[in-house]
């Protein structure tokens, strides 16, 4: 069965530093990967998603995030952080349903 | 562009009432999903409907019931509320089952069970 780690719960980084965020993955098959990102009492919202082709994948608000087949994983990252993005971010791998990881939340700070 | 549309947003019951969320979402999609967030464990999938008149068990479908009610709406009921179903239900959808097709998400709705 398809499952997916986020290594860290909670991530505290200062606002223009640059942020990475773990993601590992368990799949048999070619997995399809998503990040997607909830800012407090909000819904989910789609940064980027993997399906094939190339291993660097761009999305949105300045967020990427590479796929690396020999590590199982798909790191997200972005190279200068606002305050804005302080959040709860989820990987998710999908075959008929989406398996989320537990989250990680990010802190900003001035 | 309304997309996927959750009622209500906020809900307290008492153990052993019942109530349906609703879920409506107006992207013509055949696919519907209704997943829990918990702290510390992401969102986990109680049931979906892959298209119109079909439903399926997700990953913790116990305590509760859905209905597809016609291509635009997805409803779970709890039957008799526990406080264990103290949650954030999400719905989703997408335009059809398949892992390439994205899942958009409706704004939650925060439930309480005292």
């Known amino acids: 069965a398809q499952s997916v780690t986020q290594p860290d719960i909670h991530i505290t980084v200062s606002e223009g530093a640059s942020l990475e965020l773990r993601c590992n993955y368990s799949?048999?098959?070619?997995?399809?990967l998503f990040w997607y990102v909830q800012s407090p009492g909000q819904g989910l919202q789609l940064l980027l998603k993997y399906f094939s082709g190339d291993t660097l994948v761009q999305g949105i608000k300045g967020f990427e995030a590479e796929f690396k087949r020999s590590q199982s994983s798909f790191n997200l990252r972005k190279p200068s952080v606002h305050w804005s993005d302080a959040a709860e971010y989820f990987c998710a791998v999908d075959d008929y349903k989406l398996s989320f990881g537990a989250g990680t939340t990010v802190t900003v700070r001035a | 562009n309304a997309g996927v549309t959750q009622t209500p947003k906020f809900q307290v019951l008492k153990t052993g009432q019942s109530m349906t969320l609703q879920c409506a979402q107006d992207?013509?999609?055949?696919?519907m999903y209704w997943y829990r967030q918990d702290p510390g464990m992401g969102l986990r999938l109680i049931y979906y409907s892959a298209s119109e008149g079909t439903t399926d068990k997700g990953e913790v479908p116990n305590g509760y019931n859905v209905s597809r009610l016609n291509k635009r709406e997805f409803s779970l009921r709890l039957e008799s509320a526990a406080p264990s179903q103290t949650s954030v239900y999400f719905c989703a959808s997408r335009s059809r089952q398949g892992a390439k097709n994205i899942q958009y998400f409706g704004a939650g709705t925060r439930l309480s069970v005292l």
């Open positions: 992207m013509n999609h055949n696919s």
């Open positions: 799949y048999g098959a070619t997995p399809y």
